[in-house]
């Protein structure tokens, strides 16, 4: 089947049908900003040339020992994961619609929102989001729609993701909504609940808290939820879902909890392959169910009373009149959110639990290791999870690039989203280093750092 079904014949017959001259005609009360650029396109290229071009593309991912973080992380992933995701009955990227042909898939993704809902202590979760960046972006519209502070402000912190923030400032930049960055503490690396206070009786309707924020400091989310709550607005968590095997869940914070909690779910049990696909959880408290954007798969019974999956509480536009839509997020990530199910139900609670305290374990010792190095100290005093940030004796994206040249993915440089920190290395060590990983990344960096430049 061709990708555009139309012939020009096609085409020519619809325009003399409806009275029009040309495409042209048709679409020129679209702006011109608005309209896709002639896209540079390289020629068309046979079947084995695409499978050569894509195997020299993946040889291009980094290799050797990785330690870097800043949103997409190593972990080991159960080799019965994806033996079972890849069976053909679950592999598909996209919403099952037919149930009647489609229940193993809506089953796995009933329990997958009903694991999320139970990590994050909500009531009910959605079938995933395109990511975690998308996700934020949803729960904050989400957030905004049912807030009752009409008009007020999003206030979110400096210390969310980069690309995060940059999504959210898309996503809300024609929706009338007044987004606020909240600068961290560049002693702490976090939010510090007195820097809230110039807000006290402003009309916020929303307030974004990550856990842990980008730079894997844990902020102090009882104070800012219950400091929200008093003002009357939304607390929308955006957290890292493995870290919740340890950490409080969202619905749990200060004296209320959070009313949404959103994520990406890569951690559980999504490879890093050339930088995705990733998927984004979102999940909320009863009062905002229907509030939700994308999909829920719900339980029922047929006539005979026999157990059935089916999707619902679809407020999108393709099922309700557009001006009643909560989003036109048209997918979910279906694989991916199998993979993260199947992931889930192999290590259970308890194993979520171990992994992330080894996590932990491993960065505090990576952190020690790395200190003892003239020159390297850390960045912020805050606690922190599994990353922390480093500031190098000099400018760390060279450093970087020398360490992997050595075999070393030394960590994500802060520089390119903090100018004033060029020295600023954020670095992650997840269960799967050893001992042994650690202690060579400790040399090699101590010899780099003292090496001469070349």
Known sequence: MPFIPHTPTDIDEML????????????????DSLRCPTLDLPPALGEMAVGRMMRERAETDANGLCFIGAGAYEHHIPAAVWEIAARG??????????????????????????????????????ASLYDG???LGEAVLMAARASGNAGGKILMPASVHPHYRAVVQTMTADQDLEVV??????????????????????????????QPNFFGILEEVDTLTDWAKAEGATV??????????????????????????CGDGQPLGIPLSSGGPYFGFLCCKQ???????????????????????????????????????????CTNQGLMTVAASIHLSLLGPEGLAKTAALCHARTRT??????????????????????????????????LARLARLGIQGGYALGDDHPFHDKGVLVCAT???????????????AWVLNAKEG
């Open 89 to 126: 009955e679950f592999l598909t990227a996209y919403t099952p619609y037919q149930a009647e042909a489609s229940q193993g898939t809506l089953r796995l993704l009933y329990e997958f929102q009903t694991m999320m809902a139970g990590l994050t202590a909500m009531d009910a979760g959605n």
């Open 181 to 210: 960055e909240i600068p961290f503490d560049p002693l702490e690396g976090r939010i510090l609940p007195k820097a809230l206070n110039r807000f006290h009786g402003q009309k916020i309707a929303v307030l974004v808290i990550p």
């Open 431 to 445: 269960e799967t280093k050893t001992e042994a990983d650690l202690q060579f990344y400790a040399d090699t960096l």
């Open 16 to 31: 003399q049908s409806i009275g029009v001259p040309d495409l042209e005609t048709l679409f020129e009360e679209i702006p």
């Open 366 to 399: 990576l952190v020690e290791k790395l200190t003892e190095i003239p020159g390297v100290t850390r960045l912020f005093t805050g606690p922190y999870f599994h990353e922390t940030a480093l500031r190098l004796p000099k400018p760390a994206a060279p450093i």
């Open 287 to 329: 009062a905002l169910l229907r509030q939700m954007p994308g999909r829920i798969v719900g339980r029922t019974q047929d006539a005979q009373g026999r157990t059935g999956f089916i999707l619902t509480l679809q407020a999108r536009e393709q099922h309700i009149r557009r001006a009643k839509a909560t989003s036109n997020i």
């Open 133 to 135: 960046a998308s996700g």
């Open 236 to 261: 929308v968590a955006s957290v890292n879902p493995l870290s919740l095997g340890l950490l409080k869940p969202p619905g749990h914070w200060g004296r209320q909890g959070a009313d949404i909690a």
